[in-house]
């Protein structure tokens, strides 16, 4: 174990600078996820630290081509408290995983990344997409980028990036049918993420352009408030649907 925590020491910082310097992360967002994965690969190995790396690649081009096409979803440099809310539930995995060795845990955490790049592909690439969005609990039409809304194509998208996961991780300790749960798992987190963005989340409209966003301040101005909880950010809603698919994952894995 510390063996793989000082490989990963070098391998981090690589990565951090890459992040910093492409824009994709913050420093202190960089640093946060360089410990991340220090973590991961000292409790959870090769495989596991090998398989976020290469999902946090590919969320990385992904938000890279949204951002290039403008869409409203794709803002700067994600922070600490993102990264935070998308690898913490992953990393506490790890943690359980070295305390009480079980398969449980990976397929938890397996489905946890899994789920964060599924509803990434979902958010920046389905908005890229033409088709009809609607509130998922209520199916009424919504504005493209609105929380809680769903489109066919975003849905498409966001299972293919679970089969992704499947791919990636089937040659893994998982086996085939870890990877099969960690991707089922993750993809009904992805609905869950929707169905609280619907029902709980903030939802605010931008007073200067008039787009519909998650964020509290849009434009340099205070966007007006149309409906949820305001407290309940994105991080919040990719938190919770994080916990849910590992949970769910850990559930079906010992059920079945």
């Known amino acids: 174990m510390l063996t793989r925590a000082l490989i990963g020491l070098p391998l981090g910082a690589l990565i951090a600078l890459l992040a910093v310097r492409g824009r ?16 991961i690969l000292a409790l959870g190995g090769y495989h596991a630290a090998g398989y976020i790396v290469v999902i946090f690649g590919l969320c990385a081009a992904v938000h890279a081509v949204a951002k290039r096409k403008k869409s409203r979803h794709a803002g700067g440099a994600r922070g600490v408290r993102q990264v935070a809310c998308n690898g913490l539930v992953g990393t506490l995995c790890l943690v359980g995983y070295a305390l009480l060795p079980h398969p449980c845990w990976l397929v938890a955490y397996y489905a946890s990344v899994t789920e964060f790049f599924s509803d990434t592909v979902a958010s920046d690439l389905g908005t890229l997409c033409g088709g009809t969005v609607r509130d998922i609990c209520r199916l009424c039409r919504v504005p493209r980028g609105r929380s809680g809304g769903v489109s066919a194509a975003g849905t498409l998208l966001a299972l293919l990036a679970a089969a992704v996961g499947f791919l990636l991780s089937f040659f ?49 101005t205070e966007a007006e408030r149309l409906g949820g909880v305001a407290a309940v950010t994105n991080g919040t809603v990719n938190l919770l649907s994080g916990l849910f698919a590992a949970a769910l994952a850990a559930l079906l894995y010992l059920l079945l």
């Open 172 to 220: 893994s300790e998982l086996g085939p049918l870890g990877a099969a749960v960690a991707a089922l798992a993750a993809f009904l987190g992805m609905l869950f993420d929707s169905v609280l963005g619907s029902l709980v989340q903030g939802k605010f409209r931008c007073r200067v352009c008039g787009a519909a966003t998650e964020r509290r301040r849009h434009c340099d």
């Open 24 to 39: 994709v992360l913050t420093l202190p967002a960089a640093l946060l996820a360089a410990g991340m994965l220090i973590a």
